[in-house]
């Protein structure tokens, strides 16, 4: 199913930071390029959190995870998790712009986070 909605696992904390203008962006460049999905949902799995490390963008409302386990691939699921990754970096065409895919198994993921320094 085409990807066409945006939606936020129960559970994730937002703050009014989370919706600066370059996170929409951040949020609206994914979704665009999001590869095909069983719900047609992007769902965000993590924004703001406490601070796990003195470096942590998701601190900073900088930062998103975002779900693979809905998206529709062939074999292994990783490809395609960076194939979209790639999908996005190229469409924010930034290096403020950090975009990775780790994890294993039902813990793989996409995060992606906005880092100017």
């Known amino acids: 199913m085409k990807t066409a909605h945006l939606a936020f696992k129960d559970g994730v904390r937002l703050r009014a930071a989370c919706f600066a203008p370059h996170m929409v962006r951040l949020l609206t460049v994914l979704l665009s390029v999001a590869p095909d999905t069983r719900d047609g949902c992007m769902v965000v799995t993590e924004a703001w959190r406490k601070p796990?490390?003195?470096?942590?963008?998701?601190?900073?409302?900088?930062a998103f995870d975002i779900r693979s386990r809905n998206v529709i691939h062939e074999g292994s699921l990783e490809p395609a998790m960076l194939a979209w990754a790639s999908r996005?970096?190229?469409s924010l065409d930034s290096p403020d712009w950090q975009i990775v895919v780790h994890g294993e198994g039902p813990g793989l993921h996409m995060h992606a986070e906005f880092d100017p320094r």
């Open 88 to 90: 996005a970096k190229a």
């Open 52 to 62: 796990r490390h003195p470096d942590d963008a998701h601190t900073w409302c900088n």
